[in-house]
């Protein structure tokens, strides 16, 4: 806890001493009210302010970096390599790093919401910075040379005469760990080297070769398969299951019953396969319809009980007699990871060790110990990776799972793998949404009253809490899921994005949340961002055709955010949109723009679709898109990510929806969830990067679903001539549009 | 001398009146050509009755080849006397029908005649569209006039002599076209008439599921008792149904419907082409078509219904044949059971195999060309899945698979010859599939199907 | 017991013969790149080459493949000795989280080594069978004629070799 104090007035005055000034002076700021307090830290150097919780450096030279951020294969691992070898001066191969794990990083809550730049870059580049001026002030001291005489290269700090000292040689015991400070000196992006450069993804070679690179890959000495057998419908109770068969199968090493948590574990997995199978069948349930009524969903959903906030209101919008309102539909849908969720527990000496890709260590390690009833100290979560999860998908309860069944089987590591159904039937889906706008022109074709409502679900069951898990909600002695909230604005959930970045003279928002949840939901990547956006883009493209206007400049008309304008304009010119312009027969073009939460990336997507009369298939032939993240720091990685989102967003809108009858869910496998194949991919997409040097970091994961839906939707339209409003935007759809 | 002369003369008599008589059997004028009708010129209305009408005749699947434009032509049709290419009928002046006359069209659906007044193969059904009305012609008309035009010239057909001598064809049709096979039946519903106008006629039936005599015409006494199409068996629609479970009215509706039917399976190869189109047209027609189909089968005898009643017990609570040895068993425990022996039902849990009709057929070829290529996922749609075994298993695999499945969940003699039959399915299939217009609407649970 | 070739080399198997050739791939054999993604033949994350052709491991029994050569990613190339087709993914940096690439590449892999020159349509046909939850697919299918090309340039420079 006590930093080195070696107080000498060179050190002050190089201001090696400020850090240790700021740290004792701390009690007196406290008590001294007249005083201002401290400027906050930078990222989630706010939460975890030491300097080595973040970097280590070995006497050896070895350099390790620690984010409690995880790779979900969004690139974030070498973009925050990146970041630190720039700021440190150290070869990005040198690096080591370790990523989200109770025992080891910070606790930087959910890998989530775009936050890992603005978080995690944000500290790691500060931390950096603050170690390379830490490590030059003690050259400074050895060599007795002023420190703006020095500079740092390759891990080393060189003396104008040519002398020169390792890091690791520099470093001595508890020198980094202090207290970060309010601010760095940050390179110049002018003379960035590592950020902003093409530099490849550090996973993608394990993965291409069969090196092992997901928890899925995991094995430990001794370990075996397990396998849950779920209550199949919410609510549904296990009145009789006969398990003395299925324990005397071949392989078999227990099987597990506790309430109506069912499992089997057995030491081959496809034997593991077979008994959970005898399991399933020796189940007998009794289940409760408890599921709405799928063909009335929009009804089902702005007829439930709800709190109702009014979250933006400018003058008083009273829409004139010839407003035009519509309503915008999305159905659930499935985060649909291609590998089903997966975790190894091993519980020894009173300790439960989890792998899990789950995106919140920390979270994920409470619920898991409350369930156990356990202390959080004895539980240790370790982030492995798995396959995308878009979101708040399986990986919490097959971790909860895994815990549970080790838990019976002391010593042994225990694997558990979902199935493929039961990752479809289970996982908390994305809310079903229901907006409503309305809105007026005046005089000058510009828009002068806003009307917007949107109904959601809280866009959150994430762990926390035991009750937010599965496997606890099932034992003989559960837990309840606790009353969910709505996320708080700026970022929002149900409303993330509802407040429109356009100005109106008269604009009204109303979020009504909706707390009961007849089907299990949670985040899905933009979350309400996705839903909002499209009915915000969707619907300016109607009022710019009531005003007879070109849908980018009527967007522009009403856009003050300059960058926003920037984004829109580049992605217009790189589309070749042309006001007034004609698409060829059976084809339209789209526009769309956001900002994601109004403070993050900006997107403006282009896109050019064909719809076949015959049969109304809709298909996306090209995308243009202009994004906006701030500092670039992997170039490759953000197109990577722009190109993703468009094409996952295009599958979503066009595709997807959770089926369900009055009981269980019946979208549980790729027949009945389709999603997009190679037959609908389009034939190019272009994304062009704005690189904004020395901006803030701003997250770009979750940037373009929005935008790429409301885009499509507007291709369509001008395609066709009708307009959808209902998602999925589906053949049939389309078809009877056309037909009508 | 003047016997030899006159004889001469009588023989030259004869043969130029023979020539003559050929000449006017064979010679058809050429339709003068007009200009393509301006597409808004034509009845909106009347431009959608040609799509349903279209639908049923299911022209775009012939009449498309994969990943070319729609009604551009192009499918490769196998015929025992060479491969037929369709036509471009899309209304391009230069390479389509666009400067036909609607005179042209209807001379072309009922007489098989282009409009240069070149015999067409009868591959193009008009033994069947002799029966569609004139109003009917007119709208399918409207409607291919209407679609985009696709400059596609016409591939050429590989036949062998002679039979790439068109003029045959007129003596073709001199024996087998007959004008009008159908009439209404006074005695019948208006539904049972609509149903044969539709079946014998446009949807033409029969020239996949009636057998064909070595001259290529439909056996007339032997009306849908089994015929060919793309190296698929058409099962016989009449009393000679190898079905297990027999069909009905209701079964064939929502078959025809939804391309699918939890007692008999999903609807594959060409006919899942037919089903997909048949869930576009009014669903009274669809109606119609089942009712008339169902009198073809004809009512089950009591012995039939009971066997059939057998089957559906069997099927639903299966015995689990775990004694069973041999190769064919563990290839069907290991990589069939898993999915065609669960409770999952149709369309989405594979049928119980003791209701396939595949499986009970005297021609083996459909049962080989569903494990080769399984069943393809539709594009965005709800749609079944089954994978395909070409890749893992080799033709002495199936062959042993084929005689186990025939075996246990049939009735039927065993099928000889399989390893060739195989061979051949794997060489057709992979044609098929290269070439044939995929399936744009997917059976589907028809509680969903009109769900997004 | 049976004997299962793979990659090359002959292995004793243990496991039943109704055992899917994944399960045998990844917990026998100990190889990672192919995956479970459904187990139903839906999503092609376990495809690997039997004989040249494009297989789903997770609905192949074992018992199929006596005397059928088995070839998983590992047995293309490795980090140091990298396949074209491993090559041209990683110059394409053609993942996100990845997981579906493995049965990519072995899919790519299979049409590469019977048509050299194949068409974008080709190529689409081909991956028909694979899904792709992140969006990946641009990437993939450059890496995918990436590779066509690695692959035309190694066998012209092997030809001029054996041409001297």
């Known amino acids: 806890m006590n930093a080195p104090l070696i107080l000498d007035r060179r050190r002050v005055l190089a201001g090696g001493g400020a850090l240790i000034l700021s740290f004792s002076l701390r009690p007196a700021f406290a008590q001294d009210q007249a005083a201002p307090p401290p400027p906050p830290l930078p990222g989630s150097l706010k939460q975890s302010p030491f300097l080595d919780s973040w970097i280590k450096v070995d006497a050896d030279g070895g350099i390790t970096l620690f984010t409690g951020k995880a790779e979900i294969g969004q690139g974030v691992k070498t973009a925050l390599l990146q970041i630190a070898a720039e700021e440190l001066d150290v070869p990005f191969g040198a690096l080591k790093l370790v990523t989200a794990d109770t025992a080891r990083t910070a606790n930087e809550g959910y890998t989530s919401g775009s936050n890992s730049m603005k978080d995690s870059g944000t500290a790691i580049q500060n931390a950096a910075a603050q170690v390379r001026a830490l490590l030059v002030a003690e050259a400074a001291r050895r060599f007795d040379v002023p420190t703006d005489n020095l500079r740092t290269e390759n891990a080393e700090v060189i003396a104008p005469d040519g002398r020169r000292l390792r890091y690791g040689e520099l470093v001595a015991a508890e020198m980094l760990h202090v207290q970060a400070q309010p601010k760095s000196q940050l390179k110049d992006p002018a003379t960035f080297k590592v950020v902003g450069q093409q530099v490849a993804r550090v996973d993608i070679p394990a993965k291409v070769t069969g090196g092992a690179a997901y928890v899925q890959d995991m094995r430990l000495p001794g370990m075996v398969h397990a396998r849950v057998v779920r209550p199949p419908s919410t609510g549904a109770q296990l009145i009789e299951c006969d398990t003395a068969a299925v324990e005397k199968m071949p392989g078999v090493v227990k099987v597990v019953r506790d309430g109506n948590f069912l499992a089997v574990a057995a030491a081959k997995e496809f034997r593991a396969i077979k008994a959970m199978n005898a399991l399933a069948a020796a189940a007998k349930w009794r289940e409760t319809p408890t599921l709405p009524k799928q063909d009335d969903l929009p009804n089902v959903l702005t007829g439930l009980p709800s709190q109702d906030f009014v979250i933006h209101q400018q003058g008083s919008p009273s829409p004139a007699g010839n407003a035009i309102d519509a309503t915008y539909t999305r159905p659930y849908h499935a985060h649909g990871s291609i590998g089903p969720s997966c975790a190894v527990a091993q519980f020894a000496d009173g300790a439960m060790t989890v792998w899990t890709h789950t995106q919140g260590v920390y979270p994920d390690r409470q619920g898991i110990a409350e369930m156990l009833r356990m202390p959080p100290a004895s539980v240790r979560c370790i982030h492995v990776e798995g396959s995308g999860c878009y979101g708040h998908n399986g990986a919490d309860d097959a971790a909860a799972d895994a815990a549970l069944i080790a838990r019976a089987l002391p010593g042994i590591p225990v694997r558990v793998q979902w199935m493929r159904e039961q990752e479809h039937a289970f996982e908390p889906f994305g809310p079903a949404m229901v907006t409503k706008l309305k809105a007026s022109l005046d005089g000058q074709g510009m828009i002068s009253d806003w009307n917007f409502e949107v109904w959601s679900n809280t866009h959150s069951t994430r762990p926390g809490g035991a009750g937010s898990l599965l496997a606890a909600q099932h034992i003989a002695q559960p837990f309840t899921p606790p009353a969910p909230k709505p996320l708080p604005l700026p970022e929002g959930g149900g409303d993330r994005n509802a407040i429109p970045i356009y100005k109106f003279p008269n604009a009204k928002v109303v979020h009504h949340f909706i707390p009961a949840m007849p089907v299990r939901v949670s985040a899905l990547r933009a979350l309400g961002a996705y839903h909002n956006v499209f009915s915000i883009e969707s619907f300016i493209d109607e009022l710019a055709a009531a005003a007879g206007a070109d849908p980018v400049e009527f967007r522009l008309k009403h856009l003050d955010d300059s960058r926003g304008r920037d984004a829109i304009e580049k992605a217009a010119r790189e589309f070749g949109w042309q006001r007034g312009q004609k698409a060829p027969p059976d084809r339209g073009y789209g526009f769309a723009f956001a900002r994601y939460k109004n403070l993050a990336a900006y997107c403006a997507i282009a896109t050019e679709v064909e719809v076949n009369r015959e049969n109304g298939r809709p298909r996306l032939v090209r995308a243009v898109a202009a994004v906006d993240s701030g500092q670039v720091i992997n170039p490759d990685g953000l197109i990577n990510q722009i190109e993703g989102a468009i094409l996952q967003s295009a599958s979503w809108t066009l595709y997807e929806s959770v089926t369900f009858d009055d009981t269980r869910i019946t979208s549980i496998d790729w027949q009945t969830y389709p999603i997009l194949r190679f037959d609908a991919v389009p034939d190019s997409v272009a994304v062009h990067i704005i690189n904004r040097p020395g901006q803030p970091f701003l997250g770009s994961g979750e940037t373009g679903q929005g935008p790429a839906a409301a885009s499509i939707a507007n291709a369509i339209a001008n395609a066709t001539g009708k307009r959808l409003r209902d998602l999925p935007l589906t053949r049939k759809r389309i078809k009877d549009a056309i037909d009508a | 001398m003047a016997l030899s002369r006159n004889i001469g003369l009588a023989v030259a008599g004869v043969a130029i009146a023979g020539a003559v008589a050929v000449f006017a059997i064979v010679w058809r004028p050429a339709i003068a050509a007009s200009e393509p009708p301006a597409p808004q010129s034509l009845d909106p209305a009347l431009v959608k009755r040609g799509r349903a009408l279209a639908a049923t005749g299911n022209c775009a699947d012939c009449h498309t080849r994969r990943g070319e434009k729609d009604f551009a032509g192009g499918l490769p049709v196998p015929t025992p006397f060479g491969t037929i290419y369709s036509s471009n009928i899309t209304p391009d002046p230069e390479t389509g029908i666009g400067r036909w006359p609607e005179a042209a069209f209807a001379r072309a659906m009922r007489s098989g005649v282009d409009r240069a007044g070149r015999h067409l193969y009868p591959t193009f059904p008009y033994d069947h569209f002799v029966n569609v009305s004139d109003d009917d012609d007119r709208a399918l008309y409207a409607y291919l006039m209407t679609r985009p035009p696709a400059q596609q010239p016409a591939r050429r057909n590989e036949v062998k002599f002679p039979y790439n001598q068109r003029f045959l064809i007129a003596g073709w049709k001199l024996l087998f076209l007959r004008q009008a096979t159908w009439q209404p039946d006074a005695a019948q519903s208006a539904e049972f008439n609509r149903g044969a106008y539709l079946v014998e006629g446009l949807a033409h039936c029969g020239a996949c599921h009636t057998p064909r005599n070595a001259l290529g015409a439909e056996r007339q006494s032997a009306a849908f008792a089994g015929g060919e199409a793309d190296n698929w068996h058409a099962y016989a629609i009449n009393g000679q149904s190898p079905a297990p479970v027999p069909w009905d009215t209701e079964a064939l509706f929502f078959y025809l419907r939804n391309g699918w039917h939890p007692d008999h399976g999903v609807a594959r190869g060409p006919m899942a082409q037919v089903v997909s189109n048949l869930s576009s047209i009014p669903e009274s027609d669809v109606r119609a078509i089942a009712l008339y189909t169902a009198s073809m089968f004809g009512a089950p005898t009591p012995d039939r219904k009971r066997r059939g009643d057998e089957a559906l017990a069997q099927a639903r609570s299966p015995s689990p044949k775990s004694g069973d040895a041999g190769a064919g068993a563990a290839i069907y425990a290991a990589a069939c059971a898993n999915c065609h022996e669960t409770a999952r039902p149709p369309p989405y849990g594979g049928i119980n195999l003791r209701l396939s009709s595949g499986i009970s057929s005297p021609d083996p070829r459909n049962l080989a060309n569903t494990i080769l290529t399984g069943v393809q996922p539709v594009q965005g749609e709800r749609s079944p899945i089954m994978p395909g075994f070409a890749p893992s298993m080799d033709d002495a695999q199936i062959a042993v698979l084929m005689d186990y499945l025939r075996a246990r969940f049939s009735k039927g003699t065993p099928w000889t010859g399989l390893e060739k039959t195989v061979a051949e399915a794997r060489r057709g299939q992979a044609q098929f599939l290269q070439t044939s217009a995929e399936r744009r609407n997917a059976p589907a649970d028809p509680a969903q199907r009109d769900k997004p | ?164």
Do not use: W
């Open chain 3, 1 to 164: 017991m049976m004997t299962l070739k793979v990659n090359g080399r002959d292995h004793g198997v243990e496991a039943e013969p109704d055992t899917p050739l994944l399960y045998v791939l990844r917990e026998e054999l100990q190889l990672n790149a192919a995956k479970f993604g459904c187990g139903l033949g839906q999503c092609g994350a376990c495809t690997v080459i039997v004989d040249g052709k494009a297989v789903l491991s997770c609905v192949t029994p074992v018992l199929l493949l006596e005397g059928k050569q088995v070839t998983t990613l590992e047995g293309l190339g490795s980090l140091e000795a990298a396949a074209p087709i491993q090559r041209a993914f990683m110059e394409e940096q053609a993942a996100q989280c990845g997981y579906c690439i493995p049965g990519m590449m072995m899919q790519a892999q299979a049409l590469l080594q019977r048509n050299s020159r194949p068409t974008d349509a080709e190529v689409r046909g081909a991956l028909q069978l694979n899904l792709c939850r992140c969006g990946t697919h641009m990437r993939i299918l450059r890496a995918v004629h990436r590779a066509a090309a690695l692959m035309r340039t190694a066998d012209a420079s092997m030809g001029e070799r054996s041409a001297q």
